[in-house]
């Protein structure tokens, strides 16, 4: 492409092509003829061959310059042509380029607002997972809380039971508090199983000796004493013998303790004709009922022979309800003659129940009659009023001779 003034010149083009070829030929002879003015001269024929080409040239010059207006003229098509095929896909590509704008508006938009959304379910699911979270740890924390709590509680009932622990060994190491701590528990066994007017608590026998419970039971077998003093320090050294030999040394003391003790029972707490003729040693600790029972037979025997009974808390609550079960038949045998008198007026008042019964069916059974005649006399009213209502007349005179009502049975009188 040569931009000539305001004329662009294709050099592609085959006119423009032409064009240049017969300016560049023309030069050729325009310089030829200055070369030969310059030499002088020449011939004639040389000159008429010179004007003959002259002529042809101006005749090829005339039609270059035809072609060149006519080359112009097609440029100048050519060029509006390009102009309008210019604007044209200027105006084609501000039309698409508008409308991938407006698409990609919209897409954006779109995008824009489906992000919204994302975000605002995304808020909407971190709101609830942190409420859930949230909730859940509150939830969390309160049962750890009343686990805590429920820990607190546990540690004071432990520390409470540590020093409840403590006590029950300071009780236990010394006599007298040993010996209270029996009365303690037999007390509240006691009057558990019993009725409070069936015993008595430390009662002072004619002996003068004081029983630390005397059962009142009926004859035979009679008052019955309970003991709960107990020879623990032979057991306490029975505990804590290590060796097989301290052990059966301890063991021994144990039985000789206990057959002492049995035997003060029976001497002090055995009265003929005042109590009766066996008395309970009572032991607050079921090992100890055990260990006797397992390892020292013999003095469980001799306790039967001395008629003192060993008994643990366990079997005593089954004794006591055995003792219990006695004092009942006995209240029982004593009421019989009230009993046999109240079963009397009971019979009686039964058989008043069944004359009074019998009474009442007759009167009933009256009345039922009574109602049976009126619902009768009720029937035949309404026959009677059918008929007047159809203006019956011959068969209402014919129905009169008969009875219009029947009187009801007499009472029977003197039935009340």
């Avoid at 080409?53 to 072609?67: H, I």
């Avoid at 303690?184 to 419970?213: E, F, M, W």
Wanted: hydrophobic share 40%; net charge negative.
């Amino acid at each position: 492409m040569i931009q000539i003034g305001t004329m662009t010149v294709n050099l592609t083009d085959p006119l423009v092509l032409a064009a240049l070829v017969a300016a560049f030929a023309l030069i050729i002879l325009f310089w030829l003829l200055i070369a030969a003015a310059r030499r002088g001269a020449r011939t004639t024929e040389t000159v008429d061959a010179l004007a003959g080409q002259l002529g042809q040239l101006g005749d090829y010059m005339q039609a270059l310059g035809n072609g060149q207006s006519q080359l112009a003229g097609n440029i100048q098509s050519v060029s509006d042509a390009q102009a309008t095929a210019q604007m044209r896909v200027i105006q084609t590509m501000e039309t698409r380029l508008a409308q991938v704008n407006a698409q990609v508006a919209e897409k954006l938009a779109d995008n824009a607002l489906k992000s919204a959304r994302s975000m605002f379910d995304l808020q909407e699911r971190m709101k609830e997972t942190l409420t859930g979270s949230s909730e859940k740890s509150t939830k969390q924390l309160t049962e750890l809380q009343e686990r805590l709590a429920t820990i607190d509680r546990a540690q004071s009932n432990i520390e409470k039971l540590s020093g409840d622990v403590l006590s029950l060994q300071d009780i236990l190491s010394n006599k007298q508090r040993r010996g209270l701590f029996g009365e303690i528990q037999l007390t509240d066994i006691v009057s558990k199983a019993l009725p409070t007017d069936s015993y008595t608590l430390q009662h002072t026998l004619t002996n003068g000796k004081r029983a630390d419970c005397l059962v009142h039971l009926p004859n035979p077998p009679g008052p019955i004493v309970i003991d709960a003093k107990f020879p623990f320090e032979a057991y306490e050294a029975l505990t804590r013998a290590e060796t097989p030999e301290l052990q059966k040394l301890a063991l021994r003391d144990l039985g000789l303790a206990v057959r002492v003790h049995i035997k003060a029972i029976s001497e002090k707490y055995i009265i003929e004709g005042e109590t009766a003729d066996g008395a309970i040693m009572f032991l607050p600790s079921e090992a100890v009922y055990a260990e006797l029972h397992a390892r020292l037979p013999e003095v469980v025997r001799a306790g039967f022979d001395a008629r003192v009974w060993i008994v643990s808390p366990t079997t005593c609550m089954a004794t006591l309800n055995t003792m219990r079960a006695i004092l009942k038949d006995a209240r029982m045998r004593e009421h019989t003659n009230e009993i046999r008198k109240n079963l009397k007026l009971l019979h009686r008042d039964v058989e008043l129940i069944g004359v009074r019964a019998s009474k009442l069916e007759m009167h009933l059974r009256q009345a039922s009659e009574d109602v049976s005649g009126v619902m009768t006399a009720a029937t035949r009213a309404g026959k009677r009023a059918d008929r007047l209502d159809n203006f019956d007349f011959e068969e209402l005179s014919q129905d009169d001779t008969s009875d219009p009502l029947p009187l009801a049975p007499a009472r029977v009188s003197g039935q009340d």
